[in-house]
């Protein structure tokens, strides 16, 4: 314990760091129990309510509260996750779980994803029970497993089994805070929106035979080689809603992006990294990520299983991304067979206590810059909060030494790593937001 929060907080997310709970999706991995015992380690003593949750042997998650005076008074969540996704070591160019800081830089494994805010808002909340704050609404601080595997043993089992612990008025989980620069200053984005997805297995079947004569075979590997071809081609139609438009505006992206016409010429005008999320924004999007078939080089293929990542825009249903896989696929849509596991996109209003508040602290922490409400196109664990009704916004606070693109490139990627100073701010952040939320 210092009295320089980002020195503690610098040491605690090397801790979490070299932790390691990486999760790759199998029920046993992620082992976060470490990471709630040290984050329970690290607050125990503050005089706070403290609970674990265990779902499965490993995978606890941990709860502390700072009950309110009023229980009418709005409540806030701060949401972290504890797990990290797996490294390829190959592509680093520092040990991923060493933590390392280099130059001001703590370098490893969930250093921008997210395990920066966990230890910026344990923090943060400690320094609150520390200093006697007595709110009038309940703030939490939830410390979860299980974010990168779809929140199975984390979120998504907590608000079904654990709601009336959990449930929270108001809610902040990761990500968007990085500070894209615009003329009138920096711009923030708050994840106010998710996609949705709409995983589908394609299953392409053909008529077994001898490699050695196939010409006019029905091959399941030519076939579904064509129907990867017409899923990558495939553009569903634009969607221009009301978040993309005040984005547009919001960083002061070219007008075109308004418009249906010419959109698609146009985007390609942007950086790379802007195209592609301007295209996600606006598009439900088809990516072909894995196939499996044949079982020999002499045996014609009668077999062909191709998965497909479909995300679909804020109000579309399952429904809809149906149709337009048929579309995609065309007149192949009748010889295949197709399963998918709706997860349905989620989104929260920006006209809300919690926005405003944002504004007013994020002005103060970060001169000249105004918050833009922002489509995630990937899905964290606000979802399960909002569909029980919370308002949940992704949001923490980075400094502008930590570029979008950056910030983009090193979520899931190599060299992940994240500067002091966004460590303060963050810290920051949540103090202050806590004050104008619940205090
Ligand atoms: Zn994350």
Request: glycine share 10%; with cysteine; aromatic share 8%.
């Amino acid at each position: 314990m210092t009295d320089d929060p980002t020195r503690e907080a610098t040491a605690l997310l090397q801790d979490l760091i070299r932790n390691a709970c990486v999760n790759d999706g199998r029920p046993e991995s992620g082992e976060e129990r470490r990471s709630s015992d040290l984050l329970t380690g690290y607050l125990e003593g503050s005089g706070l309510d403290i609970e674990h949750y265990e779902p499965q042997p490993g995978r606890r998650s941990m709860l502390a509260k700072i009950e309110g005076s009023d229980p009418q008074a709005p409540s806030l969540l701060l949401m972290g996750h504890t797990d990290v996704v797996p490294v390829n070591e190959d592509g680093w160019s520092r040990d991923p779980f060493g933590a390392e800081i280099v130059d001001g830089m703590v370098w490893g494994r969930g250093a921008v994803d997210m395990l920066n805010l966990t230890a910026t808002m344990a923090v943060a909340f400690k320094r609150l029970a520390e200093s006697g704050f007595k709110p009038k609404g309940t703030l939490s601080y939830l410390a979860v497993a299980d974010e990168e595997a779809r929140g199975i043993w984390g979120a998504d089992w907590l608000v079904e089994h654990e709601l009336d612990d959990v449930k929270a008025d108001y809610v902040l989980t990761e990500s968007g805070g990085f500070q894209v620069p615009t003329a009138q200053g920096p711009r923030l984005p708050v994840m106010v929106e998710e996609k949705g997805t709409y995983w589908s297995k394609i299953i392409v079947r053909g008529t077994p035979g001898h490699a050695s004569s196939p010409y006019r075979t029905d091959n399941a590997l030519v076939t579904a080689a064509e129907v990867v071809r017409r899923l990558a081609e495939f553009q569903a139609p634009v969607e221009l809603s009301g978040t993309w438009q005040r984005l547009v505006q919001g960083l002061q992206l070219p007008d075109v992006l308004l418009e249906e016409e010419g959109f698609r010429d146009r985007i390609d005008e942007l950086p790379l990294g802007m195209a592609r999320i301007a295209y996600s924004c606006t598009h439900t999007t088809f990516a072909p990520t894995v196939i499996h078939g044949g079982t020999k080089t002499n045996v014609i293929p009668d077999r062909v299983d191709i998965e497909v990542d479909i995300r679909t825009l804020p109000g579309q249903s399952g429904e809809i991304a149906h149709k337009l896989l048929l579309e995609a696929l065309g007149d192949l849509a009748d010889s295949v067979e197709i399963e998918s596991g709706d997860d349905p996109s989620s989104q929260s209003p920006i006209d809300t206590p919690l926005w405003d508040a944002l504004g007013r602290v994020t002005e103060r922490l970060c001169a000249g810059s105004a918050l833009v409400p922002w489509l995630m196109t990937g899905a964290t664990d606000n979802r399960f909060f909002r569909r029980a009704g919370s308002v949940g916004y992704g949001f923490g606070l980075f400094s502008q030494r930590l570029t979008f693109g950056d910030y983009a490139t090193m979520f899931h990627g190599n060299d992940e790593r994240v500067d002091q100073e966004s460590l303060r701010l963050s810290t920051e952040l949540w103090l202050a937001i806590a004050e104008e939320m619940v205090g």
